[in-house]
């Protein structure tokens, strides 16, 4: 009963008024770090649009097409399909039905529809971003128990690709890992993100393998022994969303349960979240004690965090 070293109790899981507060702000900043590329692109865009004195006109500055197929209302996604006369008629369609009736102040219009176009975009992004931001904080915490514990480790860069010592990297190379790797009393481990699990035929956040980082494969991944431990990680900490996000981890840690018992394996199973409400704790405190979980924490509470971090390192 690991968990019992930072939860007493369902009301220790909940995510108070002032951590969800914290977590909208943080993703607040992120939203305005990452938006800041874009207004960037509208100014520049802006400067050179402001060179013509009629919207048609816009049509003979190449440099700017990329721009106005997204004051078109063109996405990235979208601009693969329609193709070049597809993407022309888009931005005929803008210049003749929103930027001539502007008048003067067509360059603004056009400006404005960018921003609406592009912000779309940053809202994609931001959806993503909140399962990095998640995955990043762990990282983290992972890293300063070992270096903590005094344990030698290795984490997989950015790019997939490198395993490099944890000890030759900076704070941020280490939150952008792809993965971790450690050994200890009881053997090699090495953890990654979103690994498909071919016994269960899906993707699962959390995956901690018996072996050490560099024999890590199909090999690996095929033999049921090679599960130490698996998780479920929500980071999302809006509360109108955590009752969705605990039953899509609740099943899938329910499925990985059922598929490994199946062969006579148990693997752990963990669940890290941001947004817990009062029901929600109630039933992953059940689990915790039901031994169907064998460890949980609150992702706003460091010190969960921690505690959990240490059972992971050492298991």
């Given at each position: 009963?690991?968990?019992?070293n ?11 008024y ?8 943080s ?35 190449n ?10 209302g ?33 360059v ?12 779309d ?5 931001m ?15 992972i890293?300063?128990a ?5 344990v ?10 490198n ?11 280490i ?16 953890l990654?993100y979103?690994?498909?699990v ?13 072996c ?12 049921n022994?090679?599960f130490v ?5 929500k980071?999302?900490?809006?509360p ?15 499925r ?6 199946s ?9 890290i979240g ?6 929600m704790?109630?039933?992953?405190w ?10 949980a924490?609150?992702?706003?509470k ?5 505690s959990?971090?240490n059972?992971?390192i050492?298991?």
């Open positions: 009963m690991s968990f019992a930072h939860l007493k109790s369902a009301k220790d899981l909940v995510t108070s002032e951590e969800t507060r914290a977590g909208f702000i993703l607040a900043l992120e939203r305005n770090k990452r938006s800041t590329p874009f207004i960037d692109e509208a100014r520049a865009l802006q400067a050179r649009a402001q060179t013509v004195k009629k919207p048609q006109d816009l049509l003979r500055l440099d700017i097409r990329s721009g106005l197929i997204s004051a078109a063109v996405s990235d996604k979208a601009a693969g399909h329609l193709g070049e006369e597809g993407i022309d008629e888009a931005i005929k369609g803008l210049i003749e039905t929103f930027l001539e009736p502007a008048g003067p102040k067509f603004e219009e056009l400006v404005f529809r960018y921003l609406l176009t592009r912000g975009t940053l809202g994609g992004t959806r993503n971003i909140i399962g990095f931001l998640a995955q990043r904080k762990l990282n983290t915490a890293a300063a070992l270096k903590i514990a005094g030698t480790s290795f984490f997989l860069g950015a790019g997939g690709k395993w490099s010592n944890t000890a030759d990297a900076d704070q941020d190379e939150a952008l890992a792809k993965g971790l790797s450690w050994t200890v009393g009881a053997g090699k481990r090495t990654l979103n690994i498909k071919p016994q269960i035929g899906s993707n699962v956040d959390l995956c901690l393998f018996n050490e980082c560099k024999s890590y494969g199909e090999k690996i991944l095929a033999l022994d090679s431990a698996l998780g479920e990680l980071g999302g900490i809006d109108a969303g955590a009752d969705e996000h605990w039953k899509t981890a609740r099943s899938a840690l329910m990985i349960r059922n598929n490994f018992s062969q006579k394996r148990n693997p752990l199973l963990f669940f941001a947004a817990i409400e009062q029901r704790g109630s039933e992953i059940s689990e915790l004690q039901s031994g169907q979980l064998n460890n924490a609150n992702l706003t460091p010190i969960q965090v921690a959990l971090c059972w992971l050492t298991i």
